[in-house]
């Protein structure tokens, strides 16, 4: 059965739920929250870290053998947790995005290895200062849409 609708992407997340005591714990302890907004409708957890630098989490569904993405869950579906570090200096985003804990875990091993497994990324990452971001060299070039100029009734538009 196709995803088509964002009722069919909530269904195949509900199994997620399971985690989210163990996401909460590890929010409460570390400061991380869980980002809601902009994030895939594709069943996965961002948590997020904003200070001088920003970190994040993300465990997420992984797709099948062939690229495709699931539309059903099952207990072995897999999994990957993964995390990063950016900064934004002077209209360059800098960031090393590459630390993957684990990949095509089985969702059924997840939970009882959760909390370990956010600390342990935290740990990691964690270390990602400013200057460590920088030294690798910018990785993206922002505000690439050009602005919007709003011109008031009483000024040219030429």
Not at 7 to 36: A, K, M, N, V, W
């Amino acid at each position: 059965m196709p995803l088509s609708t964002l009722q069919d992407y909530e269904r195949l997340g509900e199994h997620l739920r399971e985690i989210d005591p163990i996401l909460e714990d590890f929010c409460r302890e570390t400061g991380f929250s869980r980002q809601t907004q902009g994030v895939s409708r594709y069943p996965m957890r961002r948590l997020v870290l904003y200070r001088d630098v920003s970190w994040f989490i993300e465990l997420r569904m992984e797709e099948d053998e062939r690229g495709q993405r699931y539309d059903q869950f099952f207990a072995d579906i897999p999994y990957s947790l993964s995390g990063g570090a950016w900064i934004d200096l002077s209209g360059f985003r800098y960031g090393d995005i590459g630390y993957r804990l684990f990949s095509r875990m089985p969702f059924r091993a997840v939970p009882p290895k959760l909390a370990e497994s956010l600390r342990e990324t935290w740990q990691y990452i964690g270390r990602h200062t400013a200057e460590y971001l920088v030294s690798l060299g910018p990785r993206v070039k922002l505000d690439l849409h050009p602005k919007v100029q709003i011109v008031g009734e009483d000024e040219d538009e030429t």
